[in-house]
Nanobody, 115 residues
Framework: QVQLVESGGGLVQPGGSLRLSCAAS????????MGWYRQAPGEQRELVAV???????NYGDSVKDRFTISGDNAKKTVYLQMNSLKPEDTAVYYC?????????WGQGTQVTVSS
């Protein structure tokens, strides 16, 4: 089993920044993908950004050039730096750890962008 602990959500004004963190523990693997998805009310869960153990990244189209994902292999932690936040970024953000076809999910952290 893999456990994921998320932190860093909250309320921010449009144009502001937040940083999310997700720490993984348990039975971890050398080859994995880890990152963030989000789900707004009434919407499907969508990709935000993921990173592989080798450092390859992938971003959702709506966050490219605004969000940056990074990883610390020693700490088994990924970070999501979110800049130039927009009201449409409001959602519950879920940490994801994937090994092959197996997905593990965090409990989610709320990000609200509002003035």
């Amino acid at each position: 089993q893999v456990q994921l602990v998320e932190s860093g959500g909250g309320l921010v004004q449009p144009g502001g920044s937040l940083r999310l963190s997700c720490a993984a523990s348990g039975r971890l693997f050398a080859i994995y993908t880890m990152g963030w998805y989000r789900q707004a009310p009434g919407e499907q869960r969508e990709l935000v950004a993921v990173i592989t153990g080798g450092g390859t990244t992938n971003y959702g189209d709506s966050v490219k050039d605004r969000f940056t994902i990074s990883g610390d292999n020693a700490k088994k932690t990924v970070y999501l730096q979110m800049n130039s936040l927009k009201p449409e970024d409001t959602a519950v953000y879920y940490c994801n750890y994937r090994v092959g076809p197996i997905n593990y999910w965090g409990q989610g952290t709320q990000v609200t962008v509002s003035s």
